[in-house]
């Protein structure tokens, strides 16, 4: 019975210091979780490629946080190159699939589950110069809701977070000049990976146990109208 024991946990794209996924895993352990972790970086529980590598034996994992993604492929659409496009949509939408269903029959067959998929604001709102990860996480989104309401009777959640540009590594990697354009242009400032853990927290929590299907945006404010009609601005 899931009551008797530690929940077994799975986050992949978990390699990298000041990642969101390193995040994630401490805060899934600080829950009291076991965490088992993957990446094609070293590092890991796992070391391989969702996209195409094999599998290894998750039938076990009751948490599943599919956190892995390409980032850093960059072109608009008119210019985009298809192996570009193809790459982006194999780990970041079939990638983070693969590895859902690898978990999901035996969440299915214990009657328990949590799935978490980190999606983006890119997939509800664009982001030029990246069409192809744009795709992929919006793709995530239907693959979410399909996912959770084909196993809602079954005693398994199925939901997504959606970061704004958060202060990882991957970002801040980036030139300083473009760092600091972003922290100018969001009014909450970046995101922290701990804030994305949190959410992923209480998706995976027995208290999320009725929640499925939903999403949660975290960007500190980016994607409100902070716009105002008068000289001062009303959040002033």
Known sequence: MIEDRKLRALVTGAAHEGGIGRAIVARLESAGMEV???????????????????????????????????TT??????RMALDKWRKDLDVNLTGTFRVLQACLAGMRERG??????ISSTAGTQGLPGQVSYSASK????????????????????ANAVLPGM????????????????????????????????????????????AVTGQVITVDAGDSLNVRSVTSTMVRG
């Open 36 to 70: 088992v972790t993957l990446d094609r970086a070293p590092g890991c529980t796992y070391r391989l490629d969702i996209a195409s590598d094999e599998l290894p034996p998750l039938d076990d994992i009751d948490v599943y946080v599919g956190n892995a993604a390409v």
């Open 73 to 78: 492929t960059f072109g608009s659409a008119h």
């Open 112 to 117: 328990f589950g949590r799935i978490v998929v």
């Open 138 to 157: 919006a793709g995530l989104l239907g693959m979410v809701k399909t996912v959770a309401a084909e196993n809602v009777s079954r005693g398994i959640t």
């Open 166 to 209: 958060t202060a990882s590594s991957g970002v801040l990697s980036m030139p300083e000049d473009i760092v600091e354009a972003w922290r100018r242009s969001m009014p909450g400032g970046l995101v922290q990976p701990t804030d994305i853990a949190e959410a992923v927290a209480f998706f995976a929590s027995p208290a999320a146990a």
